[in-house]
Structures are given as C-alpha cells and as structure tokens.
C-alpha cells in the first residue's frame, strides 16, 4: 500500500478502517453469514472503538435494507416460541424465503451473556443455509429485546435475509416494545398455562394482530380451543390497530407441524393487507422516528453524565435527594441547568 504523502500512523489507521468497513459491507451485501455475525458483534459492542465503526458500517449498508417482513413473537415462557419459530422458519424455506431469527435472551447477571441459546433449540433450522440463528443478551435492556436489536434487524435485510423474526425474552407487559419495530406482532400462547387473558392485563394482546394458541395436540385440544375462544372475544372489543386488518385467533402445534401452513399464509395475508393500504411504509417511517429519539435521549444522556459540570454537581446532588433534602425533579432541573452552563 502506498503511504498518503503527510500521512502519519492515524492516517494509517484510518484509511485501514475505511477499507475494513468496505470489505466487511461488501460481505455482508454478499450473504456472508460470518460476517453478517461480526457486523453484529460490532453493532452490539460497547467498546467506543467498536461503536465508531459500526456507524458508518450501517450508513453504508442502509441503502440495502428495508425489503425483508419483519415479524416480533412474544409469549409467556413455555409457550414453546423456539419450537415454533423453527417449524414457521422451514415452512418460510419452502415458500423459497430466506429467514433470520433474532433471538433475544435473558442476560446472566455474572457473565452478560445468553441464559436460555435459543440456538440450541432449533438444530434443524440452524442447519439450513436459508437460515440465520442470532442469540442476543438483553444487557439488562428493557422491552424483552436488546439494546441494538434494531441495527441487527437491518444488518439481516442488507444480507439478503426476506423474513426476519425477533423472538423476545417473554417476561412482561415490556414486550410490547418489540411491536415499535416490526410489521407484525405476534402473540403465542399455549393452553393450561394459567396465562389465558392474563396478556390483556399485560397490555401486550392491544398490540398483537395476531394470536397464536400453540401446542394444541393431544389431551390439551380442548383447553386450547377455550383460550382461542377467549382471546378471539376479547380481540372482538378490541379497536383494531389497522382498518385493513382484523386481528386473528389461530390454532397450532409446532411440534406436530399442524396449522403452520395455515399460520403463515395469515402472515402473507397480512403484509400484502398493509402493503396494499400503505400501512406498512407509515408504521416504518413512525418507527424510525422513534427510533431517532430514543437515540437522542440516549446519546444526550450520556453526554450529562460525562459532562466535567455535571460530574461536579452529581455527588453532592445523589447525597441531597437520598437524604431526604432535595426533590429528584430538582436536582435534575440542577444538573440540566449545569450541562446547560446556566448552573
């Protein structure tokens, strides 16, 4: 390599940046699943150095993204969610789909990493090279997805992957978050769970256009014909999210692979529904403003934080409000008013 007259050893570095990021956009634009799974990593990172050059990595594949079918799946844990993301998977395989699952799990509070490696679960669809399994800690993040699912999900459109599923941890009314980022949100369910309807008090069953009864097999026929029923009055009182679709009740067993078929083609029907209104471009460009102020919020807060004024402010102000002496609203509107330089 030729050495840029003037250049120092940062200018070096940068330009040996600038080439990794080509080479490692190139790969992922031409399916390369290790390094769709590097690009990942790279997003998922911390580390500053690693932030730095997933930005640009992610302004140049944007332009690749964006045609894939965005599906979240959320339920209670035993729902059987990996089982049926598997069966959904090979049956999207056969239609000539390629499929990425996103599989967000609960973080070990000692190593940060996954508990439960959905991976694990589903050996077949892992196997297949139509198929990309990612699991990814929450990190603590709130909303049963991780803090960068959403960089993950375009990285899987750049690499060519037409359906991408985000599995969610399962643990609360906070799944619905997953919902702000997909276009269509799916609730599974299994029968003699003790959780029939308990997904209206959640709030989660307001967000879901459609509501999955899994392991439907066997002596539990019954008991899931009872909670398809309750969910599909309650769905009936319900204003719909979208005036071209009505929310819908279904039946399945992933196990045995029964009503999978049937599962998916109301998926089809779905998208081509929003496409056909228009929905599916607005709900996108409504999630993408979103997703810009939650960045904003993010970004601004570790900025106070690191702020020299700030830093000054904030032990004496933890020491006040935890004392009794001060009001939390007031100690805020103190260090706004420091990082603002009005302190």
């Known amino acids: 390599m030729i050495k840029p007259q003037g250049a120092g050893p940062s200018a070096e570095a ?3 940046a600038k080439m990794a990021k080509a080479a490692l956009a190139a790969a992922v634009r031409g399916g390369d699943r290790r390094a769709l799974a ?6 998922e990172s911390a580390r500053a150095a690693d ?4 930005a640009p990595l992610l302004a140049e594949l944007l332009a690749d993204t964006g045609a894939a079918l965005r599906i979240g799946i959320s339920g209670p844990p035993g729902a059987g969610k990996s089982t049926f993301i598997e069966a959904l998977g090979l049956r999207a395989i056969e239609d000539g789909r390629r499929i990425a699952v996103l599989a967000v799990d609960p973080s070990s509070s000692r190593s940060g990493g996954s508990i439960l490696g959905d991976k694990t679960r589903m050996t077949e669809l892992g196997r297949r090279d139509e198929a990309f399994i990612r699991p990814s800690p929450t990190g603590g993040w709130l909303g049963g997805v991780a803090r960068r699912t959403r960089e993950a999900l375009l990285l899987c459109e750049a690499a060519g992957f037409d359906v991408v599923v985000i599995e969610t941890v399962g643990v609360g009314q906070s799944e619905a978050a997953v919902a702000d980022m997909v276009d269509l949100f799916m609730l599974l369910l299994a029968p003699g769970s003790g959780d029939e309807l308990q ?8 967000r879901a256009e459609l509501v999955v009864v899994n392991k439907t097999d066997g002596e539990l026929a019954g008991a899931a014909r009872e909670v398809a029923a309750g969910y599909q009055a309650a769905l009936a009182i319900m204003r719909p999210l979208s005036p071209a679709w009505t ?6 067993s992933a196990r045995e692979c029964s009503g999978i078929t049937e599962v998916w083609q109301a998926i089809e029907r779905h998208r081509a529904a929003l496409a056909a209104s228009g929905e599916t471009a607005a709900r996108r460009a409504a999630q993408a ?11 601004l807060l570790v900025a106070v934080k690191r702020d020299r ?13 935890t004392a009794g002496e001060v009001t939390p609203s007031a100690a805020a509107a103190a260090l706004v008013a420091a990082f603002r330089g009005k302190g």
């Open 51 to 54: 932030q730095e050059q997933s």
């Open 247 to 252: 929310p819908q009740v279904m039946l399945c």
């Open 309 to 321: 004024r700030v830093a000054a402010l904030l032990p004496a102000l933890e020491l006040q409000v």
């Open 14 to 16: 940068a330009v040996g």
């Open 38 to 43: 590097r690009a990942i990593t790279l997003v």
């Open 199 to 206: 997904g209206l008090k959640r709030g989660i069953v307001e």
């Open 289 to 299: 403003e979103a997703w810009m102020w939650s960045e904003l919020n993010d970004a």
